[in-house]
């Protein structure tokens, strides 16, 4: 029975912000594959939000979401470029508990074989906040293909070997139930 637990996939409770200063919900590419995609492959979009490139506004969603013990991931699409407006890293840095340093590196590396040297430009980084993994991406729905294809869809599979975050944040989500239920 246990060996039949370990096969299944745990579902996990996502967030998807987007964050632009031209998209609307109604062209909001990136945040709408993302959405699809969390939900094609078994997970959960619980909470979804469209802001503009403002650290404030950013921080603010955010917060809110990492604060939600019902959130376990929060994919975060746009302003990771190089531009004045670009302000997600920024946004995001100072709520991390914890920085997932390899990530950006790794987005880069998979990211070159598609773009070249203009992965450079690139500011992707991921963290944890509160038992909340959360994933900052380029806007463009390519990205966020790449980034998903690549890195993200394994390491949120609980399956994935020899290690995932799914499996850590599954782990964490039973101890709040366990403990909201004292």
Not at 14 to 26: E, I, K, Q, Y
Not at 75 to 101: C, M, N, Q, Y
Not at 170 to 179: C, F, G, I, V, W
Request: net charge negative.
């Amino acid at each position: 029975m246990s060996e039949h637990k370990e096969d299944k996939k745990a579902s996990l409770a996502c967030a998807v912000l987007t964050v632009s200063d031209t998209r609307t919900a109604g062209n909001d590419t990136s945040g709408n594959w993302l959405a699809e995609t969390l939900a094609r492959d078994g997970h959960d979009c619980v909470r979804r939000d469209l802001v503009k490139d403002n650290i404030y506004e950013i921080r603010r969603v955010v917060s809110e979401w990492i604060a939600d013990p019902r959130v376990q991931v929060v994919l975060i699409t746009g302003g990771t470029g190089f531009s004045h407006r670009d302000s997600t890293p920024e946004a995001v840095s100072p709520l991390l508990d914890k920085e997932i340093t390899g990530f950006g590196e790794l987005f880069r590396h998979v990211s070159y074989q598609e773009i070249g040297s203009s992965t450079i430009q690139s500011r992707a980084l991921a963290g944890y906040a509160n038992d909340t993994v959360i994933f900052c991406l380029p806007g463009s729905t390519g990205a966020c293909e790449t980034a998903w294809n690549h890195i993200l869809r394994e390491q949120l599979d609980s399956r994935h070997k020899p290690c995932n975050f799914a499996s850590h944040l599954q782990k964490k989500a039973l101890e709040h139930s366990e403990r909201s239920s004292r």
